[in-house]
């Protein structure tokens, strides 16, 4: 069965840093555009960072940009999202999906991801 999986997510005090990472062995990740979403409890899933197939173009959410980076590792089918500065607001579930085309036209896009991981749970407390 075709799926992403992810990694990485625990608990951390605010102020702290985490890295996720995101891999495959069902498909060739280098394809495609890869996006992190995330999800707190009673709300919406909403996207949080896009990156396009080359690793070249990315996109944030204004709440995360300058303290999130999305990266890949073409060679080892890995994206990954580096969060540092952790805040109790970006508490949740956080999941990676992979992108029917090679590009992001923003961190909230939500066409055409058709390949999802099952998450990874983010607690930001003291």
């Known amino acids: 069965q075709l799926q992403l999986v992810e990694s990485g997510g625990g608990l951390v005090q605010p102020g702290g840093s985490l890295r996720l990472s995101c891999t495959t062995s069902g498909i060739h990740l280098p394809y495609f555009a890869v996006g992190w979403f995330r999800q707190a409890p009673g709300k919406e899933r909403e996207g949080v960072s896009c990156?396009?197939?080359?690793?070249?173009?990315?996109n944030y959410i204004d709440s995360v940009k300058g303290r999130f980076t999305i990266s890949r590792d073409n060679a080892k089918n890995t994206v990954f999202l580096q969060m540092n500065s952790l805040k109790p607001g970006d508490t949740a579930f956080y999941y990676c999906?992979?992108?029917?085309?090679?590009?992001?036209?923003?961190?909230?896009?939500?066409?055409?991801?058709?390949?999802w991981g099952q998450g990874t749970q983010v607690t930001v407390a003291s």
């Open positions: 990156i396009s197939n080359s690793g070249e173009s990315t």
């Open positions: 999906a992979s992108r029917s085309v090679p590009y992001c036209e923003s961190a909230t896009e939500r066409d055409d991801f058709g390949l």
